[in-house]
């Protein structure tokens, strides 16, 4: 467990350092899938989710027809519903690597 936190944290820190370029999201994604050793079938499948999430997030928010209120539930369901398709996917270790990656991202700096 040690060593996927240190690998996590050296992971973050270099991926803060390396802000002056930014990268394409897709090729950090394949970046981290390649040091949680991702099979390509999983790898697939990780891609497959994040696609039909973000049609999914992108129809919630376009709907007219939802007040605010509304749209954050069912934003908070998609956000639950694909945690645990990702649980069913990764192991526990590459799962914790993969949010600690998603926290790195959402605290970094917008360029």
């Known amino acids: 467990m040690k060593k996927i936190v240190l690998f996590s ?3 973050i820190s270099t991926m803060m350092s390396a802000q002056d370029k930014p990268k394409d999201m897709k090729v950090l994604r394949d970046s981290i899938f390649t040091v949680m050793k991702l ?3 999983k790898r697939q499948k990780m891609h497959d989710l994040i696609a039909e999430s973000g049609k999914a997030q992108k129809a919630i928010k376009d709907d007219p027809a939802l007040f605010y209120d509304h749209r954050q539930e069912k934003l908070e369901a998609l956000k639950k519903d694909v ?4 649980k069913l996917i990764l192991t526990p270790e590459q ?3 993969w949010r600690d990656f998603g926290k790195a991202l959402s605290t970094k700096p917008k360029q």
Not at 83 to 86: L, N, S
């Open 95 to 97: 799962f914790q690597i």
């Open 9 to 11: 944290m050296l992971l």
């Open 39 to 41: 099979s390509n079938v």
């Open 83 to 86: 945690t645990a398709k990702e």
